[in-house]
């Protein structure tokens, strides 16, 4: 059996979207040897075996590429094989073939990062299970799911260039992120209540604030956001005030699909849309009865609104059980605020906590 050993350099969003792997996962499939590494130009594989194995595996790099990536390019080369390769058919099994993740390659940046991706369905049953080690964990991320853009500091995509780097695994977390088996497998931001952030205030005190008519100032994954009750009309209004914005719309976040059709009328793909991974504002023809006060969009008949990204707003929502008002943490003209002493000072004198 002849052994060939190609080299392909694959561009686009293919760091922080579980690429490695899936590489590594085909890889197993076809019992083919080689590596897979992050570099600064992309997600460098090189991959030996069959022919006819190699041809397989470049075919499916593409078409079973995780459900977040964005290929933009695969540049192939043929190299010299190394003799590791023992690839011999789709039948050859997990294993034959000596596969590894390696070590990251910095270098100038020139790929692309994913951005922040809104809690799985998954993410979402772990929190929810009461059994589960991360029940009620408010920053539970997996492969599919969690920051990205938003806590990179330099790349390759590594949690070691995160502000994740300063938290790191238990073993329970590490045991994961090794598990080829596991969707937590070389997800970065990895973390459990044991290991990773936890919250300055618990959800329950959040929402009880929330319901007595408070501006709650909330650091969301690309900095804080201030929050008030969305039915409650001196609460709105006072929020207006404080920021300085007199009359431009303020964006709602409601607790799922359901709820947001109470609001707003809604066709299927406005539901599609504000389900979708990048969990966007979708603005939406609002109902006449919509329980909303009449300052969040001051003389519109369309209200902004999004569904929540992070298990921190999943868990907040559940815990207010109606809509808020999660507006941009800064003044009026002024940027958001993302780092918490600057936070402190600017937010302040808007919000009540």
């Not at 996962?25 to 600064?40: I, P, R, S, W, Y």
């Not at 994740?164 to 497998?185: G, H, L, N, T, W």
């Not at 504000?274 to 504002?281: E, M, Q, V």
């Amino acid at each position: 059996m002849a052994v060939v050993r190609r080299r392909l350099i694959v561009r686009g969003i293919v760091q922080g979207v579980g690429f490695r792997p899936h590489v590594h996962q085909l890889a197993d499939e076809l019992g083919l040897a080689g590596f897979v590494t992050n570099t600064a130009d992309g997600v460098v594989v090189e991959i030996e075996g069959s022919a006819a194995d190699v041809a397989s595996f470049t075919d499916a790099l593409v078409e079973r590429a995780p459900p977040l990536a964005v290929i933009e390019s695969v540049e192939q080369h043929e190299v010299p094989a190394t003799g590791t390769g023992t690839g011999s058919g789709s039948g050859s099994g997990p294993g034959s073939g000596r596969f590894e993740i390696r070590a990251s390659v910095a270098g100038a940046a020139a790929t692309l990062v994913s951005p922040d991706v809104g809690t799985c369905d998954a993410c979402r049953a772990d929190v929810a299970e009461a059994g589960d080690r991360r029940h009620g964990y408010a920053f539970t991320n997996c492969t599919n799911c969690g920051p990205r853009y938003s806590i990179v500091t330099t790349i390759p995509y590594d949690r070691a260039n995160t502000t994740m780097a300063a938290f790191i695994m238990c073993a329970e977390c590490r045991a994961e992120y090794e598990d080829v088996r596991d969707r937590r497998f070389h997800a970065q931001p990895v973390c459990c209540p044991a290991c990773g952030p936890r919250l300055s205030a618990t959800i329950n005190e959040i929402a009880a604030a929330l319901r007595d008519g408070e501006i709650i100032a909330v650091k969301g994954l690309g900095g804080y956001h201030l929050a008030v009750l969305a039915s409650s009309e001196p609460a709105v209004a006072r929020l207006r005030a404080r920021k300085h914005r007199e009359a431009k719309p303020f964006a709602l976040m409601a607790g799922d699909l359901d709820a947001v059709n109470r609001l707003c009328v809604l066709d299927d793909a406005e539901r599609e849309l504000l389900a979708s991974p990048a969990r966007p504002i979708v603005v939406l023809g609002a109902r006449p009865d919509a329980d909303i006060a009449p300052s969040v969009a001051p003389g519109l008949h369309e209200l902004g609104v999004m569904l929540p990204y992070t298990p921190l707003h999943h868990l907040l929502l559940d815990a207010v059980g109606e809509p808020i008002v999660l507006t941009s943490g800064n003044v009026a003209d002024e940027p958001i605020a993302y780092r918490d002493d600057d936070a402190s000072t600017r937010l302040t004198p808007i919000a009540d906590r």
